[in-house]
C-alpha cells in the first residue's frame, strides 16, 4: 500500500525541489563536495577534449558523478549521525569511517579511470 502524499508530476515537481535543496546544502556546508564539484566542473569540459568517442566521454564522467554521489551519501551520514550521537560512540565512528572509505574508493575509480585514458598504453 502506498504512502499518502503526493503522486504523479507533483511529487516530481517536490522531488526535484528536494535534490535541489540537498545539493545546495551539500554546496554551502560540505567543503569536501565543494571541492569535487570543482573538480567534475573542471573534468567534464576536459572529457569533451580528451575523450575520442562517446563511450571514452562516459568513462571519464561517469566516475565524477559517482564520486559527487558518494560524497553526498558520506555527507548525509555524517550529519544524521552528529544529529543523534553526542558522545564518542564507536558504531557512530565505524559510520563515519565506513562512508569516508566510500568516497576514497570512489575517489580511486575516478582516478583510475582517467589514468587509464589519459596515459598511453605502452606505459603499463
Not at 14 to 27: E, F, N, P
Not at 39 to 57: I, S, Y
Request: net charge neutral; hydrophobic share 55%; no cysteine.
Amino acid at each position: 500500500m502506498a504512502k499518502p502524499g503526493r503522486t504523479g508530476i507533483t511529487r516530481l515537481i517536490a522531488a526535484t525541489r528536494y535534490s535541489w535543496q540537498g545539493l545546495s546544502a551539500a554546496w554551502r556546508f560540505e567543503q569536501a563536495f565543494r571541492q569535487e564539484a570543482v573538480l567534475a566542473m573542471l573534468g567534464f569540459p576536459l572529457a569533451l577534449l580528451v575523450a575520442d568517442n562517446r563511450v571514452e566521454f562516459l568513462l571519464l564522467t561517469l566516475p565524477l558523478l559517482l564520486l559527487l554521489l558518494t560524497e553526498l551519501a558520506n555527507s548525509a551520514i555524517e550529519a544524521v549521525v552528529d544529529r543523534f550521537e553526542d558522545g564518542r560512540s564507536e558504531l557512530a565512528g565505524r559510520a563515519k569511517d565506513m562512508g569516508s572509505a566510500a568516497v576514497f574508493m570512489a575517489s580511486l575509480i575516478a582516478g583510475l579511470a582517467w589514468l587509464t585514458l589519459l596515459v598511453p598504453a605502452h606505459w603499463y
